[in-house]
């Protein structure tokens, strides 16, 4: 319930725009916040904000949604479905839209290995996907979700692929396209390289390993793991508005695997909880229940990100073909130039120092962490 413009300072005045302050502080005035909620009719925006907005929008970027693969399938499709339906009826009524860019996932197909930069049909109607949900209790959705959502791997990506249908069906309303970002993982370049502010996905398992918290894991050294810098995705956005009537993928696979928990890490939380315990200071949050947290989410991404997908990424490579010199240059989303090597060096070191908030004095006792015991 933070305030709208509080919130908004709290971001403006944050690492992730340092550069800007420095360089362009006026910019940052031209960010104004208007309070609203997808899952709202009209998007919950007052009349007033709206008399001021329809004339001046000509790019709509829909990036709203709930990624928490934890949510209930009914509140993943409230927010990223109907969520979506609503965002489309409110463009619908902005006069000189240009582009509508809705921001998807390149695993919202996640039933298939190979997946092409297009809207794949779904045997499941998104209107009448709400319309159960909306309509039918809680006991009966139990029974119903798990035929709903087919193969489909979580209900997160389900929702996604259905508020894509949504969005190829108001292609003859208004223009529009959908970016698909594999796993968004830490800058390549901007605003700092290795810049992430959040532990989702494998971030948290990232941030694990970087303080030498998980010493074990199994990894597949056939599997690919598709990631792409939260840098390019956000060129790619900006970038796609140019192109409309198109899907775009963006990942950057590369021979790795994300790390899977492995009893040990399970064993040592357990007694380090045991030993805290017995003398007096247990701490707020056990390592235990660090450890299944940490775990339920890792669990869930490689649900996603542990099977092999071959991710055509044509449009992508082609759009930035098509841009001038000073636009690749300012919205690069070139998967060829990352090397990966210094890339996953400066990601750890980025989420330690941005996420994490620790310094590199740290670092010690991390890699002490790392060695404790024998791999």
């Given at each position: 319930n933070q305030p709208a413009e509080e919130r908004l300072q709290e971001i403006l005045t944050s690492k992730l725009f340092k550069i800007v302050r420095e360089s362009s502080p006026d910019s940052l005035t031209k960010v104004v916040p208007v309070v609203g909620d997808v899952t709202f009719n009209s998007l919950g925006i007052s009349l007033n904000d709206v008399k001021g907005l329809r004339e001046e929008i000509s790019v709509v970027i829909h990036a709203a949604a709930n990624t928490n693969m934890d949510s209930a399938l009914k509140d993943l499709l409230n927010t990223n479905v109907g969520g979506t339906k609503n965002m489309i009826e409110w463009a619908k009524q902005l006069p000189n839209l240009?582009?509508?860019?809705?921001?998807?996932?390149?695993?919202?197909?996640?039933?298939?290995?190979?997946?092409?930069?297009r809207v794949y049909p779904c045997r499941v109607d998104p209107h009448i996907a709400i319309m159960l949900h909306s309509g039918l209790p809680e006991d009966l959705m139990d029974l119903v979700d798990p035929k709903l959502m087919g193969n489909n791997k979580t209900g997160y990506t389900f929702s996604k692929h259905l508020a894509e249908l949504l969005?190829?069906?108001?292609?003859?309303?208004?223009?529009?396209?959908?970016?698909?970002p594999s796993v968004v993982t830490p800058a390549n370049k901007e605003p700092f390289p290795g810049w992430i502010d959040n532990f989702k996905g494998i971030n948290g398992g990232l941030v694990a390993m970087s303080k030498g918290a998980v010493r074990v894991g199994l990894i597949n050294k056939s599997g690919i793991l598709d990631i792409a810098p939260v840098d390019h995705v956000v060129n790619l956005i900006l970038a796609a508005a140019m192109r409309v009537g198109t899907a775009f993928n963006v990942s950057s696979s590369q021979t790795m695997a994300p790390?899977?928990?492995?009893?040990?890490?399970?064993?040592?939380a357990i007694v380090a909880d045991v030993v805290l315990t017995l003398i007096g200071k247990k701490?707020?949050?056990?390592?235990?229940?660090?450890?299944?947290?940490?775990?339920?989410v890792l669990k869930q991404t490689t649900d996603i990100v542990g099977n092999d997908f071959s991710m055509s990424t044509n449009n992508t490579t082609t759009l930035y073909k098509h841009l001038s010199a000073a636009d690749k240059e300012s919205f690069s989303f070139n998967v060829t130039e990352i090397n990966h090597e210094v890339y996953i060096r400066q990601s750890l070191l980025g989420l330690r120092h941005f996420a994490a908030e620790e310094e590199n004095q740290d670092l010690p006792k991390a890699r002490e962490n790392i060695k404790r015991y024998p791999q």
């Open positions: 240009k582009a509508f860019v809705h921001v998807s996932t390149a695993f919202s197909n996640s039933d298939r290995s190979d997946i092409e930069e969005v190829e069906e108001a292609q003859y309303s208004i223009p529009v396209c959908i970016v698909r790390s899977k928990n492995s009893p040990p890490m399970m064993y040592s701490p707020k949050v056990g390592f235990m229940q660090r450890y299944t947290n940490f775990h339920r």
